[in-house]
């Protein structure tokens, strides 16, 4: 029974299958009179789009049309055409040689009148800021023709996504907005006191009834940032004092972005007067923390002792406001004197007792050695000895030190150094030390 139910059913399927065949054989799958036109299916009024039929033989027997709202741009006969869109609409392309047809519809959708704002921008290209009192033109661009705009002005009550919770920043004067060509508008924003970036609103912005008359309720777009504070940079150096040949980063942080005074200029420069310089001057150099840059600096063989001075001249933020102060510009110092070591070692019972004091700030150093073994003539065979024993302790200028030392008995030598924060080194001392 199972068996001639299956057998129905497929025989059931096979008379479905040669129905639909012979429905598809009342409609031709493939008519070789019809065209494919290619281009958009969507555009904007005001626009001009390219149509083609592609590479087709005896192109110049088409001709085209247009019915609704575009026209044929040039020619209307070819393998392409160009056609302006005018207004919202359904659009109906035809190509044909008499023969062999092709048809297209292209939707002429509304566009809303959305618009941006373009700020002039400084020397090196970063956006312009103003102080109070300063002018500047602010460009506005819109999406599409609008046919009226209920208010336009500084926004003084809406919290935006450019000031999201928080009090609009109102300070300064919008002027009045002009045209400028097609679609392009332009109106004069004047700074004032504070700091902080205005923005403009646009209320109920509505297109025209070509491009569909979409309204926008309320548009923001910010203006000119107002910036009336002076900048001011602080210097810090990889190692506070240094000596002949030692190179030193030195890092100049603003506290807001900077540029050149001479818009000539693409480059930061500062100035070393001080300790053995003639007035040097070296190049900033930018880092990718705009506000943050470094050089290099290496003390001369004619470097004397004493601090360096770090100036900067000609620069200024964005605004125009001329660098207010530099801090730290003398924390350099220039040290190329070695400092002088003292130090004593006497049996404490079951230790030594060592003391080591030096002429300047830094490290005191301590090797104990038996007797009899060679002393060291300089810091690197110092340095590198392989004593008993030995330390280093971080040191003040002129006061002593004492550490205490586990010692075995026996005879021994106690050699001292010292290298100040400059990296200079004293000369060796040394102390015989009889421990019972």
């Given amino acids: 029974?199972?068996?001639?139910?299956?057998?129905?059913?497929?025989?059931?399927?096979?008379?479905?299958?040669?129905?639909?065949?012979?429905?598809?054989?009342n409609e031709p799958f493939f008519d070789p009179t019809r065209l494919?036109?290619?281009?958009?299916?969507?555009?904007?009024?005001?626009?001009?789009?390219?149509?083609?039929?592609?590479?087709?033989?005896?192109p110049e027997t088409y001709t085209w049309s247009v019915e609704g709202p575009?026209?044929?741009?040039?020619?209307?006969?070819?393998?392409?055409?160009?056609?302006?869109?005018?207004?919202?609409?359904?659009?109906?392309?035809?190509?044909?040689?008499?023969?062999?047809?092709?048809?297209?519809?292209?939707?002429?959708a509304n566009v809303a009148p959305a618009v941006t704002a373009t700020l002039d921008t400084t020397a090196m290209g970063q956006q312009k800021a103003l102080r109070n009192g300063?002018?500047?033109?602010?460009?506005?661009?819109?999406?599409?023709?609008?046919?009226?705009?209920?208010?336009?002005?500084?926004?003084?009550?809406?919290?935006?996504?450019?000031?999201?919770?928080?009090?609009?920043?109102?300070?300064?004067?919008?002027?009045?907005?002009?045209?400028?060509?097609?679609?392009?508008?332009?109106?004069?924003?004047?700074?004032?006191?504070?700091?902080?970036?205005p923005e403009a609103k646009f209320a109920n912005i509505i297109a025209t009834s070509e491009y569909g008359s979409d309204t926008v309720e309320t548009a923001y777009v910010q203006l000119y940032r107002v910036d009336n504070?002076?900048?001011?940079?602080?210097?810090?150096?990889?190692?506070?004092?240094?000596?002949?040949?030692?190179?030193v980063t030195v890092t100049a942080t603003f506290s807001e972005a900077v540029m050149p005074a001479d818009p000539a200029d693409t480059l930061l420069f500062v100035t070393l007067s001080g300790a053995g310089t003639s007035a040097e001057r070296d190049t900033l150099m930018a880092t990718d923390n705009p506000l943050v840059y470094t050089f290099e600096y290496e003390v001369s063989e004619t470097a004397t002792n004493g601090p360096v001075q770090i100036g900067i001249e000609g620069v200024v933020d964005f605004a125009g406001n001329?660098?207010?102060?530099?801090?730290?510009?003398?924390?350099?110092?220039?040290?190329?004197?070695?400092?002088?070591?003292?130090?004593?070692?006497?049996?404490?019972?079951?230790?030594?007792?060592?003391?080591?004091?030096?002429?300047?700030?830094?490290?005191?150093?301590?090797?104990?050695m038996r007797a009899g073994a060679d002393a060291p003539t300089d810091a690197d065979e110092f340095m590198a000895a392989q004593g008993v024993a030995s330390r280093s302790v971080e040191l003040t200028a002129g006061t002593s030190k004492t550490v205490?030392?586990?010692?075995?008995?026996?005879?021994?030598?106690?050699?001292?150094?010292?290298?100040?924060?400059?990296?200079?080194?004293?000369?060796?001392?040394?102390?015989?030390?009889?421990?019972?």
């Fill in 1 to 25: 029974m199972k068996n001639k139910i299956t057998f129905l059913l497929l025989l059931f399927v096979t008379v479905l299958g040669f129905t639909a065949c012979d429905d598809d054989d």
């Fill in 36 to 58: 494919a036109i290619g281009g958009p299916d969507e555009v904007a009024p005001g626009t001009n789009r390219n149509y083609t039929i592609g590479n087709i033989t005896s």
């Fill in 70 to 108: 575009a026209q044929i741009v040039g020619s209307n006969t070819g393998a392409t055409i160009t056609v302006a869109f005018q207004s919202v609409g359904e659009a109906v392309i035809t190509a044909t040689n008499g023969t062999e047809t092709g048809r297209l519809t292209v939707e002429v």
């Fill in 134 to 197: 300063e002018s500047d033109t602010v460009f506005f661009e819109f999406d599409a023709p609008f046919r009226d705009i209920e208010s336009f002005g500084i926004n003084t009550e809406d919290s935006t996504a450019f000031n999201q919770g928080t009090e609009p920043f109102t300070s300064g004067t919008l002027g009045e907005l002009s045209q400028l060509d097609n679609g392009r508008y332009y109106a004069i924003y004047t700074a004032g006191p504070g700091n902080g970036t």
């Fill in 229 to 247: 504070i002076a900048p001011v940079v602080d210097f810090t150096y990889s190692q506070p004092t240094a000596n002949e040949g030692t190179v």
């Fill in 322 to 368: 001329e660098l207010a102060g530099v801090n730290n510009a003398s924390d350099l110092v220039i040290d190329n004197t070695n400092p002088t070591v003292t130090g004593t070692a006497t049996d404490a019972g079951n230790s030594a007792s060592i003391a080591i004091s030096s002429t300047e700030a830094g490290t005191g150093m301590y090797l104990i």
């Fill in 404 to 436: 205490t030392q586990a010692l075995a008995a026996g005879n021994y030598v106690v050699y001292f150094m010292a290298m100040d924060a400059a990296g200079n080194y004293s000369g060796i001392e040394s102390n015989n030390l009889i421990m019972n």
